[in-house]
């Protein structure tokens, strides 16, 4: 008997814990999120040319993951009802535009840009300048390209999506598949690189 007691009197304090954790991690990141969003403690914000509008996170959407925009530009556009896996990272400095209903699993990249200078010597410069701590500096020879994920998608466990996709609504990325060409919507991609296997039911 004292025991139920004991659990009812805590049961509430932990639900108003909860309810003021995600709120205090909505409120201090930079980022429109919305109410009904929740943001998990293993999840991670890093908007790093502090434009609020330029990470959106739809209603009852969850996050594990991590959300990073580049120092120079970058968007990402998460709609409702969606699920970002633990240890899985959009990185955007084009844009990423997710659809609504849509699973990514756990460590899955999605990523829009190849980050760096393709040639050794641009590459160079690059990396003293972001390791040494200067001003960043964006580079025109960094090649990037909108993603675009529909509607229903799932996207399985350690999957890679890159620079320029388009995956159609309702379709199914396999787990540990790498996603280099568009996706017709409604079909199953396997493999590397990733290849239409089937068809959603």
């Given at each position: 008997m004292l025991e139920k007691f004991i659990w009812r009197a805590v049961d509430p304090l932990l639900l108003v814990a909860a309810r003021r954790l995600r709120r205090l991690r909505r409120d201090n990141v930079c980022a429109q999120i919305d109410p009904a969003a929740t943001l998990h403690?293993?999840?991670?914000?890093?908007?790093?040319h502090g434009h609020p509008e330029s990470i959106v996170v739809g209603a009852r959407t969850h996050v594990r993951g991590e959300l990073l925009t580049f120092w120079d530009e970058g968007r990402i556009r998460i709609g409702d009802w969606c699920y970002?896996?633990?240890?899985?990272?959009?990185?955007?400095?084009?844009?990423?535009e997710i659809g609504n209903y849509v699973l990514i699993s756990h460590h899955v990249d999605i990523h829009d840009t190849n980050s760096h200078p393709l040639g050794w010597e641009e590459r160079r410069g690059d990396i003293e300048r972001v390791l040494?701590?200067?001003?960043?500096?964006?580079?025109?020879s960094v090649k990037k390209a909108p993603i675009v994920i529909e509607d229903d998608v799932?996207?399985?466990f350690k999957a890679s999506i890159f620079?320029?996709?388009?995956?159609?609504?309702?379709?199914?990325?396999?787990?540990?598949?790498?996603?280099?060409?568009?996706?017709p919507a409604g079909n199953i991609v396997a493999g590397n690189p990733a290849r239409v296997i089937g068809h959603a039911p």
């Amino acid at each position: 008997m004292l025991e139920k007691f004991i659990w009812r009197a805590v049961d509430p304090l932990l639900l108003v814990a909860a309810r003021r954790l995600r709120r205090l991690r909505r409120d201090n990141v930079c980022a429109q999120i919305d109410p009904a969003a929740t943001l998990h403690p293993e999840s991670r914000i890093s908007n790093l040319h502090g434009h609020p509008e330029s990470i959106v996170v739809g209603a009852r959407t969850h996050v594990r993951g991590e959300l990073l925009t580049f120092w120079d530009e970058g968007r990402i556009r998460i709609g409702d009802w969606c699920y970002v896996g633990d240890g899985s990272r959009l990185w955007s400095q084009a844009s990423i535009e997710i659809g609504n209903y849509v699973l990514i699993s756990h460590h899955v990249d999605i990523h829009d840009t190849n980050s760096h200078p393709l040639g050794w010597e641009e590459r160079r410069g690059d990396i003293e300048r972001v390791l040494g701590g200067k001003k960043y500096q964006p580079l025109l020879s960094v090649k990037k390209a909108p993603i675009v994920i529909e509607d229903d998608v799932w996207i399985g466990f350690k999957a890679s999506i890159f620079k320029g996709v388009h995956i159609g609504r309702g379709a199914i990325v396999a787990a540990a598949s790498v996603v280099t060409r568009d996706v017709p919507a409604g079909n199953i991609v396997a493999g590397n690189p990733a290849r239409v296997i089937g068809h959603a039911p």
